[in-house]
């Protein structure tokens, strides 16, 4: 089945020390988004990739970076992680762009700060 | 800017009951509107849009949401209930101009169905 995927699902860092979170897509979709959710709040949307071109979210503080290697792969960066950051990370992705293209989210990476 | 809010953070209901998750939008543009779900250990999946054109739209496992522009409501109902439907519903906002990325979520609403 065709499916977005995000490793791992759980994981745990500690305070200032980098993390990089994946997400592979099997769908073939030209944009993909990251998202951040932290507990009893709505999804934030932190940036996206239409191809290979990197848009970024005005309030998306400079901790949070990307990287698109290729179609099938979208890596989020988080440089010194500080005990605000621990949340559930989603990835989402979307054949074409814009909001009337549907978004296919994989099931979130739990991140947690120590 | 656009928010969204959804006044319920928990509904339980009991099983072949109706239901109705309320969601409200704030915006001073045209928008579309969505309902995502997400039950336990999986991503969002979307449930139903509203686009353009007709203001009633449906999903296939029998929910249904109306756009209400007056009111800027665009509510989730379902006439009966299953407990399969036991998940977290969350109405999102877009601006409907071209080019748009960002959906802005509401916080959610949890849906229990008791048996």
């Known amino acids: 089945d065709a499916m977005v995927i995000q490793n791992p699902r759980y994981q745990v860092t500690q305070f200032g020390k980098p993390v990089t979170l994946s997400c592979s897509q099997t769908l073939n979709h030209n944009v993909m988004y990251w998202y951040q959710q932290k507990s009893s709040q709505a999804p934030k949307l932190l940036f996206h990739?239409?191809?290979?071109?990197?848009?970024n979210e005005a309030d998306t503080p400079d901790n949070f970076q990307s990287r698109r290697p290729n179609t099938s792969f979208c890596f989020l960066d988080i440089r010194s992680p500080g005990l605000g950051d621990a949340a559930m990370y989603l990835c989402?992705?979307?054949?074409?762009?814009?909001?009337?293209?549907?978004?296919?989210f994989g099931p979130g990476t739990r991140l947690t700060v120590t | 800017a656009q928010s969204v809010t959804q006044l319920d953070s928990q509904v339980p209901v009991f099983e072949e009951a109706p239901v109705e998750l309320r969601c409200n939008y704030s915006s001073s543009v045209s928008v579309y509107l969505f309902w995502y779900v997400q039950y336990p250990n999986q991503g969002l999946q979307l449930l139903l849009k509203y686009l353009s054109g007709s203001t009633l739209v449906e999903s296939i496992n029998g929910f249904e949401a109306e756009f209400n522009k007056s009111q800027t409501s665009f509510h989730l109902r379902k006439p009966s209930v299953h407990i399969s439907d036991t998940a977290e519903y969350f109405c999102a906002v877009s601006d409907s101009g071209a080019g748009s990325y960002q959906l802005t979520f509401g916080k959610g609403t949890k849906l229990s169905v008791i048996p």
């Open positions: 990739y239409y191809d290979k071109d990197f848009n």
């Open positions: 989402a992705t979307s054949r074409g762009g814009g909001t009337t293209y549907e978004q296919y």
